[in-house]
């Protein structure tokens, strides 16, 4: 059965661990595979502005011997005229695999339902599971053992990254705290889950609203933008709603003294993190993007192999 990457927790516990193993073999060397090789091509589509998921996804899938194929919606069918599931029944005649970066997560099943090709969600409204391999990865790389760690997400308890650090989190083995506004809490459905996969795996998911409660004893801080990609009206408002939320030198000092500070980028300095935390010496964020590439030239290959 063709196998799809829509939200964080389509992987097990044992899979997602062994996708991240092959990331870091890849790491050490870029050229290893060539599962694409002939070359195989990957659709990789855009609802949305990309800088780091489409220059990973276009490095990865030649890296793996493949040629990317980068569309933008605006200038394709997929925008209004074709279905999400008729799209999908074009492309996995011509490509090996579907990334797609889009608003709604029903477009996102509805083309996974439509094709025997993998497709892999590269953000949606809701999740953002290419970039928790990312993030996993480089917390295995400055911190160890995922099982029992906690992170300490900051901000819009709503949003796509948060819900992924709950699930993808537990799905480890950690323990996820997110703080926000009561208004901004994930939603009930994601904490179900991640409370379902939690039970498994020994992690837990815990919603504060006290900024310094969650940053106590922390080994990773992260935060994500206050305006996701679709909610620019709600700028103002959410500004002033998520104030409290911001990540400064405070909130790391609360923090464990080995903690590392994480953030998908891109950061808006000054709102949901200072700059002398995101440029000072516990941030890890470029080594967080460079891992874009490992993580996903990893789950395009463990993916392949499921065919
Ligand atoms: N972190 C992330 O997904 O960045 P882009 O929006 O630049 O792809
Ligand atoms: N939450 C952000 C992540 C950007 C990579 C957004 O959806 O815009």
């Known amino acids: 059965m063709t196998r799809h990457l829509l939200r964080d927790d389509d992987l097990t516990s044992a899979e997602q661990s062994e996708i991240l193993d092959l990331a870091l073999e890849l790491k050490k060397d870029r050229w290893q595979v060539k599962p694409l090789a002939g070359p195989q091509t990957v659709a990789v589509i855009f609802d949305k502005s990309s800088t780091r998921t489409r220059v990973s996804f276009a490095v990865g899938i030649a890296d793996l011997g493949g040629s990317p194929l980068i569309i933008s919606t605006a200038n394709s069918q997929l925008g209004g005229k074709e279905t999400p599931s008729d799209t999908a029944r074009v492309l996995e005649r011509q490509v090996a695999a579907i990334v797609w970066r889009t608003y709604a997560q029903a477009g996102l099943e509805s083309m996974a339902k439509g094709t025997s090709v993998p497709v892999i969600n590269a953000l949606s409204d809701d999740f953002h599971p290419c970039q928790l391999l990312a993030d996993l990865l480089t917390i295995r790389e400055h911190k160890g053992d995922l099982k029992g760690l906690t992170l300490s997400f900051f901000g819009d308890g709503r949003s796509n990254m948060a819900h992924s650090y709950m699930l993808a989190g537990v799905t480890a083995g950690m323990h996820v705290r997110v703080t926000s506004p009561e ?8 904490v179900a889950a991640a409370d379902r996969r939690a039970a498994e795996t020994g992690g837990s998911v815990t919603l504060m609203t006290d900024a310094n409660e969650a940053a106590a004893g922390a080994d990773v801080i992260v935060t994500d933008t206050w305006v996701s ?3 620019e009206e709600e700028k103002l408002a959410r500004l002033r709603d998520l104030s409290e939320y911001k990540v400064t030198d405070e909130t790391m000092s609360l923090a464990d003294p080995g903690a590392i500070f994480i953030h998908c980028l891109p950061a808006d300095r000054g709102y949901e993190v200072d700059a002398s935390v995101i440029d000072g ?4 964020v470029w080594d967080e993007a460079e891992n874009r590439l490992h993580a996903q030239k990893a789950l395009l290959v463990w993916l392949l192999r499921q065919q």
Request: no cysteine.
């Open 281 to 284: 010496p516990q941030s890890v």
């Open 229 to 231: 990609m679709g909610k």
């Open 183 to 190: 208004s901004y809490a994930p939603r009930e459905d994601v």
